[in-house]
Nanobody, 133 residues
Framework: QVQLKESGGGSVQTGGSLRLSCAAS??????????IGWFRRSPGREREGVAV????????SYADSVKGRFTISRDSAGDTVYLQMDNLGPDDTAIYYC????????????????????????WGQGTQVAVAS
């Protein structure tokens, strides 16, 4: 059973930084052909994709709202993904979820919508990020 465990959320002031971590485990076999990424749900809004990386190559995709401020990276050997969030603002306040595609079906590498939730069957419990103005 695939499990995703997020950590690193918290409260910061506007302009501050946070680093989230996502440790993935339980895939049926070892392999890098999967995408792991971050989504968020802000109060009163639908969940949206933030950043995703293709674990085999390290290629990345970002939502326009976070480009230049957030950086997603991966552990080169294992299944841990990080989200460095800089210059945070109140609009970044949300619950941040880590999600993974099926192993062997790295949808983010196919050229379509990298954040299509139908491609992500595995989800973490989420970690809260609160940015005070």
């Amino acid at each position: 059973q695939v499990q995703l465990k997020e950590s690193g959320g918290g409260s910061v002031q506007t302009g501050g930084s946070l680093r989230l971590s996502c440790a993935a485990s339980g895939y049926s076999y070892s392999g890098r052909a999967k995408c792991i990424g971050w989504f968020r749900r802000s109060p009163g809004r639908e969940r949206e994709g933030v950043a995703v990386t293709y674990m085999a190559t390290g290629s990345t995709s970002y939502a326009d709202s976070v480009k230049g401020r957030f950086t997603i990276s991966r552990d080169s050997a294992g299944d841990t993904v990080y989200l460095q969030m800089d210059n945070l603002g109140p609009d970044d306040t949300a619950i941040y979820y880590c999600a993974s595609t099926w192993l062997g079906r790295p949808a983010c590498a196919y050229g379509g919508d990298p954040f299509a939730e139908s491609d992500y069957p595995y989800w973490g419990q989420g970690t809260q990020v609160a940015v005070a103005s």
